[in-house]
């Protein structure tokens, strides 16, 4: 299931965006799903690499993160925009 896609509730989806910063600074987008729950694209605090955080907002936490959200570093990203784009294009991944 690709988790940002707008097709099905409308222009509100891509509307209802919302950028905003963390308390420590960090950038974090959020934005509805198809189903209507509310999910966040946020950069990481991570100090080894690069990475984002990507997924809904509430779920199950464990030790203070959701385990509804993916820790994705840019190698994962590159792969991730592939299969998106696919997506995009062609309807299928």
């Known amino acids: 299931m690709v988790v940002i896609g707008c097709s099905g509730i409308g222009e509100e989806m891509i509307n209802s965006k919302k950028n905003r910063y963390t308390n420590r600074g960090f950038r974090r987008d ?14 990481s605090s991570l100090a080894t690499k690069e990475a984002l955080w990507l997924g809904m907002v509430e779920g199950k936490h464990v030790d203070g993160h959701c385990l509804s959200r993916m820790h994705v570093d840019k190698k994962l990203a590159r792969w991730l925009i592939k299969k998106l784009q696919r997506f995009v294009d062609r309807g299928n991944i």
């Not at 959020?30 to 950069?43: H, L």
């Open 30 to 43: 959020e934005f509805f799903d198809i189903y209507g729950d509310k999910c966040s694209i946020q950069e």
